[in-house]
C-alpha cells in the first residue's frame, strides 16, 4: 500500500498532463490548471526541504565538532540575516534584503563561478591534446569558434566570423540535434516508465 | 630543448592563473577597445525582430538566471530593456529563478528612471514563480491565476498595463534571458510550441550551441550568445562603451592566451612522445 | 562612507576572499563560501515565501476579499508531506507529494518533449532541403546527413559494422565539430565572468580608494 498510492498518484497526474495536451477542454482543461497551480505549491516544499536540510546538516556539524565545524555558524548566521531581514522589510527595491542581495550574495556568486576560468585554462594547457585526427577536429573547432567570437578573428581575417557562422549554423546544429532527438526519446520513453510505474527509482529504492 | 617542454609541461598551474589575470587585467587598466562587428549573427535576427514590434506592443521578459551568469546576461538584460522602451514597448517581467527577479527588477528600473518610464504603465516585475515548465503551460491559459501579484503584491487588478493581457497569447513576443534549466528551452516547449507565441532569447556561451537547434527550425525568432551576443545587441541598438563592448577586447586577448597554452601544451606533448615519455 | 560606497566594499572583500582560493585553500575563502550558502539559503526561503506561498497558496485559501478555500489545504498538505522527509519517522509520506510531482513532470514532458525536440527537429532538417543556391544545397546535405549519421552513432540495437559502423563514424566526426564548438563557446563563457568581476574590481572598486584616503577623483 506504501507504493500502491504514491504510483496511482503518479500515474493519475501523469495522465492528467497528457490528456490537457491532447483535449484542452473539460474537465481535463480544469484538472490540468489546478494540477499546475498545485504543483507550485508543492514544489515550494521541496525548496524548504533542502534549506531545512542544510540546516540540520550544518547544526549537527556544530554539535558533533566535526571537519571544519567552527565555519558552519557562518552559514547559519547568513541565513538568518537574510531571513530576517527580508521578513522584515520584504523584497522591495532599495531595502537591506535587496541591498545584501546586490552587494553580497551576487558578487560572491558571480565570483565564485568566474574561478572556472583559471581552471578551464590550465585543463585546457593540461589536457587538451591533438592526439588523432579527431581530438585535432575538435580543436580546429574550438579554436575557430573562439577566434570568431571575439573581434580579434575579425582583425586577423574577415573571413573567420562567417565560418564560426556557418560551423554553429551547419555542423554544430546537426550535431546538437542528433543528441537532442536521442535525449528526447529517452526523455519520452523514461517518462511513460515513469506514469506506468515501471521506473520506480525516484521512491527512493523501497520495492 | 626537450626537457624544456618537459618543464613546460608540469608548469605550476599559478603561473597560468597569474597569465590568465593579466591577459583580461590589462586591456581593462588600459581601457582598451576593439571594434565589435556584427554580421548575419543570430543577434542581429533577434534585433530585427524587435525593432519591427510596434509600438504599444506587450513584451513578456523573463530573467531565468542568478548572478554567476551576471555578466554575461546582464549586459544583455540592459540593453534589450533599453531597446523596448526606446521603441515605447510594454514590458511585463518575470523569473523562473528567484535570484532573476532582483536583478530584472534592477535592469527594468535603472533604465526606466533613467528614460522616465512609469512602473505599471511602462513596466511591471511580476516576480519570481515555482515549477518552471509547468509554470509556463498555466500562464498559457491565465497569467494572474499565476500572478495574482507582482513581485512586491501589488494585486493584478490594480497595474493599469495589466489590464490587457490575459494569458501569452497576450505577448508579441517572449525573450527569456536564460542561464540554464528552466529558461529558453521550457519556454520554447511550453509557450513557443504549444501557443504559438514568438520566443527569442539570450542565453549563457554555454548553452549557445545547443541552441542553435531552435533557431534552423524557426522555433526561435533570434539569439544573443554570451557576451558576444551582449555586445552585439549594444553595437546595433547605439550604445556607446556598453559594459559588454568593453569586455570584447579582454575577452579577445584571453582567448588568444588560452590558444597559446593549448598551442604549447600540445608541443611540449608531441615532443615528450616523440622521446618516448608520453603513449 | 555613504552606503553605496559600503556596498561596493562589501563586494569587493567577498570577491578578493573568494578569489585567494587560487593561491590555496584557506580560512578567507571558506568564510565567505559558507557565508555564499547560508545568505543564498535565505534568499530563496524568502522569496518562496513572498513570491509563492503567500499569493499562490495562503491568498488563494484565504481571499483578501474574505471567506475560506478549502480545496488549497491539499496543495499545502502535500507540500507539508514533502518536507515530512527531513524526520526518518515521517519520511516515507514524502513519496505522495514525490509521486505528484513525478507524474505532473512526466506527462508533461514526454508530451512536449516530443513535440518540440523530437518531431520539429525532424521536420526542420527534412524541410532543410527545400532551399535553393549551390552552397545552401551543401550546407543542406550537411546538416541532414550530420544529423541522421549522427543518430546511427547513438543507435546502439545494431552492431557498428559494415555501412552501420560507416555511418556512425561520419557521426562521430560530426558530434566532434558540434563539441569543439561547445568547448569553445564554455571558454568563452567562464572568461566572460572573470572579465566581469575584473570591471568590477577595477572599474567600480578601485576608484573608490582615492576617494576614501580624500585623494579626489
Known amino acids: 500500500m506504501r507504493l500502491v498510492i504514491p504510483l496511482a498518484i503518479t500515474f493519475t497526474a501523469g495522465m492528467i498532463m497528457i490528456l490537457n495536451f491532447f483535449v484542452p477542454h473539460q474537465p481535463f482543461k480544469f484538472l490540468g490548471e489546478n494540477l499546475q497551480e498545485w504543483y507550485m505549491i508543492v514544489a515550494s516544499g521541496a525548496i524548504f526541504l533542502g534549506v531545512m536540510n542544510l540546516m540540520h546538516v550544518h547544526s549537527r556539524k556544530i554539535r558533533l565538532k566535526q571537519k571544519n565545524w567552527k565555519y558552519s555558524p557562518v552559514t547559519i548566521i547568513g541565513f538568518l540575516l537574510m531571513l530576517v531581514t527580508g521578513l522584515i522589510y520584504g523584497v522591495a527595491e532599495n531595502m537591506p534584503f535587496d541591498y545584501l542581495f546586490m552587494n553580497m550574495v551576487a558578487p560572491m556568486s558571480a565570483t565564485m563561478f568566474s574561478l572556472l576560468a583559471f581552471f578551464v585554462a590550465s585543463a585546457a594547457f593540461r589536457a587538451f591534446r591533438a592526439s588523432n585526427w579527431r581530438a585535432t577536429l575538435l580543436l580546429t573547432s574550438a579554436f575557430l569558434v573562439m577566434l570568431g567570437q571575439v573581434p580579434i578573428g575579425a582583425m586577423i581575417w574577415d573571413k573567420i566570423p562567417l565560418a564560426k557562422v556557418w560551423l554553429m549554423s551547419i555542423p554544430n546544429t546537426a550535431g546538437q540535434r542528433a543528441v537532442m532527438i536521442g535525449a528526447a526519446m529517452g526523455v519520452v520513453s523514461t517518462s511513460l516508465r515513469m506514469i506506468f510505474g515501471i521506473e520506480r527509482s525516484w521512491l527512493g529504492g523501497a520495492d | ?279 | 562612507m555613504n552606503w553605496e560606497i559600503l556596498g561596493i566594499w562589501l563586494g569587493a572583500i567577498v570577491t578578493l576572499c573568494l578569489y585567494s582560493f587560487l593561491y590555496r585553500d584557506n580560512p578567507f575563502y571558506k568564510f565567505v563560501e559558507h557565508l555564499f550558502v547560508g545568505m543564498s539559503a535565505g534568499y530563496w526561503v524568502i522569496y518562496n515565501i513572498e513570491n509563492v506561498l503567500i499569493p499562490n497558496w495562503w491568498q488563494n485559501m484565504f481571499p483578501p476579499e474574505g471567506g475560506f478555500n478549502g480545496i488549497w489545504i491539499i496543495p499545502g498538505v502535500f507540500a507539508l508531506f514533502m518536507i515530512a522527509r527531513i524526520l526518518p519517522k515521517t519520511a516515507s509520506l514524502s513519496r505522495l507529494s514525490l509521486g505528484m510531482i513525478v507524474g505532473v513532470g512526466a506527462g508533461l514532458n514526454m508530451v512536449s518533449f516530443f513535440q518540440t525536440n523530437a518531431l520539429a527537429q525532424v521536420k526542420g532538417t527534412i524541410f532543410s532541403l527545400a532551399s535553393g543556391g549551390v552552397w545552401s544545397i551543401f550546407s543542406s546535405l550537411v546538416l541532414v546527413v550530420g544529423v541522421v549519421s549522427g543518430l546511427v552513432y547513438f543507435f546502439f540495437s545494431k552492431a557498428h559494422t559494415g555501412v552501420v559502423g560507416r555511418t556512425a563514424n561520419v557521426g562521430i566526426t560530426i558530434l566532434m565539430v558540434a563539441f569543439g564548438a561547445s568547448f569553445g563557446y564554455t571558454i568563452m563563457a567562464r572568461l566572460s565572468l572573470l572579465i566581469g568581476r575584473f570591471q568590477f574590481l577595477l572599474e567600480d572598486w578601485l576608484p573608490t580608494i582615492p576617494r576614501l584616503l580624500g585623494l579626489g577623483g
Open chain 2, 1 to 279: 630543448m626537450a626537457d624544456f617542454y618537459e618543464k613546460l609541461g608540469n608548469l605550476d598551474r599559478r603561473i597560468i592563473f597569474v597569465l590568465i589575470a593579466l591577459s583580461v587585467m590589462i586591456p581593462i587598466i588600459f581601457n582598451m577597445v576593439f571594434p565589435n562587428p556584427v554580421g548575419a549573427e543570430p543577434s542581429r535576427d533577434m534585433f530585427d525582430y524587435v525593432d519591427a514590434l510596434p509600438e504599444g506592443s506587450n513584451v513578456l521578459l523573463s530573467f531565468d538566471y542568478d548572478p554567476s551568469t551576471m555578466p554575461e546576461l546582464q549586459p544583455m538584460a540592459e540593453a534589450i530593456v533599453l531597446h523596448l522602451f526606446k521603441k515605447n514597448i510594454n514590458i511585463v517581467g518575470m523569473a523562473l529563478w528567484p535570484q532573476g527577479a532582483s536583478l530584472g527588477q534592477d535592469a527594468m528600473s535603472s533604465m526606466a528612471d533613467s528614460l522616465g518610464k512609469v512602473q505599471f504603465e511602462d513596466w511591471v516585475n511580476l516576480g519570481y514563480k515555482t515549477g518552471g515548465g509547468v509554470m509556463i503551460v498555466r500562464l498559457g491559459s491565465s497569467m494572474s491565476a499565476v500572478f495574482p501579484t507582482d513581485r512586491d503584491n501589488v494585486p493584478w487588478s490594480e497595474i493599469p498595463m495589466l489590464r490587457s493581457i490575459t494569458n501569452l497569447e497576450s505577448f508579441s513576443l517572449i525573450i527569456s534571458l536564460s542561464a540554464g534549466d528552466p529558461g529558453i528551452i521550457q519556454w520554447v516547449m511550453m509557450a513557443g510550441d504549444r501557443f504559438g507565441v514568438p520566443i527569442g532569447g539570450g542565453c549563457t556561451a554555454v548553452s549557445a550551441p545547443t541552441l542553435y537547434t531552435y533557431l534552423q527550425t524557426g522555433q526561435m525568432v533570434g539569439l544573443l550568445g554570451g557576451l558576444k551576443g551582449a555586445a552585439d545587441y549594444e553595437t546595433l541598438i547605439g550604445i556607446v562603451g556598453g559594459q559588454a563592448v568593453r569586455g570584447m577586447a579582454p575577452q579577445s586577448i584571453a582567448h588568444v592566451v588560452i590558444m597559446l597554452f593549448i598551442i604549447i601544451g600540445n608541443v611540449a606533448y608531441f615532443l615528450q612522445r616523440k622521446k618516448g615519455g608520453v603513449k
